[in-house]
Nanobody, 128 residues
Framework: QVQLVESGGGLVQAGDSLRLSCAAS????????MAWFRQAPGKEREFVAA????????SYAESVKGRFTISRDSAKNTVYLQMNSLKPEDTAVYYC?????????????????????WGQGTQVTVSL
């Protein structure tokens, strides 16, 4: 069983930066791809960014393009989300997700159901 543990959330002001981390607990963890999703109060979960594990290809939601960067450290089984120029509308619980079977297609990275492991979430709050 793989556990994903997120960290790095917190309370910041608009314009600040945060870096989220997501570490997979299993040493033999083998991922096809990993992603970040977020869910704000009263809203549905939405895709933020994804990265293919082997090639490092990335995809982003339009709302975060140019501000957020997803990256991975294969040796540490860890994926990161660097968030710059944060806005109040970025406030949400951020979830890390991993897909360990099949293929991660660029045109379907935002489909949450394909990710078979999820973290517990980390709160990001951006104030004015």
């Amino acid at each position: 069983q793989v556990q994903l543990v997120e960290s790095g959330g917190g309370l910041v002001q608009a314009g600040d930066s945060l870096r989220l981390s997501c570490a997979a607990s299993k040493r033999t963890f083998s991922s096809v791809g990993m992603a970040w999703f977020r869910q704000a109060p009263g809203k549905e979960r939405e895709f933020v960014a994804a990265i293919s594990w082997s090639l490092g290809n990335t995809s982003y939601a339009e709302s975060v393009k140019g501000r957020f960067t997803i990256s991975r450290d294969s040796a540490k089984n860890t994926v990161y989300l660097q968030m710059n120029s944060l806005k109040p509308e970025d406030t949400a619980v951020y979830y890390c997700a991993a897909k360990t079977r099949g293929v991660l297609f660029s045109n379907t990275v935002a489909v949450g159901a394909q990710y078979n492991y999820w973290g517990q979430g980390t709160q990001v709050t951006v104030s004015l």
